[in-house]
DNA sequence: ATAAATTAGGACAATTTTGTCCGATTTAAT
DNA sequence: ATTAAATCGGACAAAATTGTCCTAATTTAT
């Protein structure tokens, strides 16, 4: 469904979330432990995710990486996959022409064009703050 | 989604499909060609669906590839999607964890079960059959 | 000023996926 | 029997993704 580093770059960013609601910084190297992530290739895509301001750098001691509390629930999951991934996720055709469209179709098109609705629909509605919630309780977790 | 193996195994098998229902026999020349797909890597995606019986395959001269009429109906989407990528489709988490487990869930289980849910749904309940029509009056594509 | 802790970024390496090549095998036609 | 047309299967190659390492730059504390 989505790459490695977009799964890594969603669960890194529901974690500095977590922590940026509770008013306290995270390092990069606390965010690979807590997500158990390779720690240099989740910087990879933390940049990535500060270059498109969905994450705020501090360099320097006592930097690390924060989300502001309004971002936490204005971001949306649709933000972070499209930051990573690009649009595959809504412009792909589910046979792997080279893009879906209606006027010529694949034979799945109809199917598949329904369900990446619902999925664009979850995507856009679901905000950082949605998948922070739950984490404190442990009623979600982000590393197994 | 699904990986190029999988797309150019679903395209073949419609193609085939389509060809035998006609009553003929398809090379994999012919079906590389009809589907635009690499020769070499489809006839490895040809095996791989001969094994596992979705697809019929005759070898020498006047050999090819074809799908019983009655197997035609029978067989689904999602038995394609199986035999090449596996269930990584119905067990994996969105996250990456590794697997998916409403036990333990990750921040986006609940929404994620749901889409899937209907993704596997469709896959099961959309058989070879239903993807060859249309194709004959151009009303759907294998290519473009 | 210096040292320590941190992110940034480039180069590289490993792994997986995708794709190619070629000889072996099978079958049908001559 | 020989030849031609086809799939099978192993080895290899290329490309994309995933992951590592090291140096530079930045900031804070001493
Ligand atoms: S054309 Fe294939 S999914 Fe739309
Ligand atoms: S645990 Fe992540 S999708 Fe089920």
Redesign the interface.
Known sequence: ??S?AC??G??AS?YIALKSLEGTRVSLKEIAEKIDSPVAFTAKVLQQLSKNDIVESIKGSSGGFEISKNNISQIK?SQIVYAIDGNNVYE?C?????RC?AK??????N??V??RA??KN?LES?TLYD?????EQE??????
């Open positions: 469904m989505f490695k799964e890594y969603i669960r529901i999951l792909g589910g046979l792997g022409l080279k469209n010529e179709p694949c034979p799945v098109h199917r598949f329904q369900i619902e999925l979850m679901t998948m922070t919630m739950g984490l009623l979600t977790y982000l590393r197994r």
